[in-house]
DNA sequence: CCGCTAATACGCACCGCGGT
DNA sequence: ACCGCGGTGCGTATTAGCGG
């Protein structure tokens, strides 16, 4: 039952269950009509059995699949109906949640619990009422045309209601997940204001993400303090496996006040996967200059099937310890190395029992955390690449291009030329392979490409800044963002930049 | 017909840019 | 300084194809 309140793929057959089962008793029942008992479905079901077996050429497969769907609802412990919904379509979803149960025997399922209603499969009888724009105003201004008909009075009644339905529009778009288009939808559902979406009906329109993001939005959108971060991660290494290595990295291991979100870095010896070689060549960079778009966070957030995602680290050692003790509420997104998670922040002397019961009662202090897992060769570059902060690696990775190295989050490369620059008849290419050159990509031609990723490997932070020709820079001097000031840099619009100090000239050669 | 997997489509957030 | 637009990357939902 604990385990139904989380939101992960693998236990979102439980908890639709849970959701379903309670939705339905809780808000259907000015409708739901559940005298169809599961005998009566199974009996339909039977009957499809026969029907199919009385064809010319009955299929074996599909007969299978309803026997072995009658089967499932014969092992059920509640009804069936509780399964409808007041729209025929969403029960047809709903009732795919029983094992081998599709889209097929949903429909005949659907059909026969909504039988002799008006709102059958196909007409949006009961949908209409909900889906009209003019849901809002007529639960706002009941009287909207009634007492007035003067022209002008109706079109400002248009004007004001097309205004209080971007507002709530707005309003929505607070949580995260939640953007215009989401917002719009449910606006469009007759979704009126943030409340609403607790209401089931809207909460089933969402994804599981976002469900997330509207329990703890009014939680995650505050920073995290140091006590806080330190509370956290003290806690996380306690339940752990010990051989798991655990550092606090961003804003935190940057001696900031507060930080809008806990970066986790987590190593362990045995997740070491081989690293792929850095895409691109010193002389291709696919853009020039600065990469437009968002600077990429650290680690894979790629696709990660539920299966592979399942039997990861990521999921088996950490963020399944981590919920059952309490600390993970629920994950925003997620993937085999890194994963956006609610934390709840543990009470004073509170054990598990407590914590895991705060977490159901919804009672306590949420906040936001990353958790980031590294290949374990990857250790330093992972540390470096997550304390940031973003202006300091920018300039760290410039460094390395203008070396012929490669700086991601994962690894130092170095760039070795595979032809020796002697036998080369080109006169550019004895010059530019020299690594004191300065990189023209454009004057590159493409037969320069020819060499090789070289790892070079770093056992401590200083080490890398070395190799990069940096002097030792301690994580709290690293707030390159803030030195470079409204002046210089474009943006000055953090707004966790309060603490003063950590300034230094942005000379550190 | 079900359920799994891989490929594809889509929505969202974010950044930089140019217009105002 | 601010706003809207377009491009980009990420993550999820949806679809197609296939074995059972």
Known sequence: MLRSRLNFPSLTRSSTLFHATRASSSSTTANARPSATNEDIIELLRKNVADEGALPEPHPYKQLAFIKAIKAIEDLDYPVASLKSADARRT?????????????????????LHDGEESS??????????????????????????????????DDAKRAEEEARQRVIASLQVVPGIGRKMATDLVNEGCRNLDDLQDP?????????????????????????????????????????????????G????????????????????????????????FAPKYKGRRPGRVGSPFIKTKSSDTRMHA??????????????????????QSIERAVVVVRLPG?????????????????????????????????????????????????????????????????????????PSSSSNSTATT??????????????????????????????????????????????????????PGRGSKGKRSGKRSGEGRRSRKVD
């Open 312 to 333: 990861s680290l990521m999921w088996r050692r950490i963020l399944t310890p981590l919920a059952r003790e309490g600390v993970v509420v629920g994950a925003m997104s």
């Open 92 to 112: 047809i979803i709903k009732a795919k949640i029983i094992d081998g149960v599709g889209d097929g025997i949903a429909q005949r399922i659907a059909t026969y």
């Open 201 to 249: 009906y809207y909460r089933d329109l969402l994804p599981p993400t976002v469900k997330i993001g509207v329990d703890y939005f009014r939680h995650i959108s505050q920073y995290v303090t140091i006590e806080q971060a330190d509370l956290v991660s003290a806690l996380i290494r306690d339940i752990l496996e010990s051989k798991f290595e655990i550092h606090p990295a």
């Open 432 to 485: 530019t392979s020299q690594p004191s050159e300065e990189i023209d990509s454009d004057s590159i031609t493409d037969e320069l490409d020819e060499g090789v990723w070289e790892w070079v490997d770093v056992k401590r932070e200083d080490e890398l800044l070395e190799k990069l020709g940096m002097a030792w820079v301690e994580p709290s001097k690293r707030n390159f963002e803030f030195i470079m000031g």
């Open 348 to 420: 004073e002397g509170e054990g598990r029992e407590e914590r895991v019961r705060g977490v159901s009662e919804r009672e306590g202090v949420f906040r936001k955390a990353e958790l980031h897992l590294a290949p374990f060769k990857s250790r330093i570059p992972a540390l470096v690449a997550l304390t940031g902060d973003g202006e300091f690696i920018k300039d760290l990775q410039i460094r390395a291009r203008s070396q012929l190295m490669h700086l991601s989050e994962y690894g130092l490369w170095r760039w070795v030329w595979s032809f020796s």
């Open 251 to 282: 804003a935190y291991r940057r001696s900031l006040p507060t930080s809008p979100t806990l970066p986790l870095l987590f190593l362990h010896p045995y997740y070491n996967p081989p690293l792929a070689l850095p895409a691109e060549t010193p």
């Open 121 to 154: 499969l196909g007409s949006d009888a009961s949908n209409s009422n909900v889906s009209s724009p003019l849901q809002i105003t007529s639960v706002r201004d009941p009287s909207l045309s009634s007492s007035f008909d003067g022209l002008s009075s109706e």
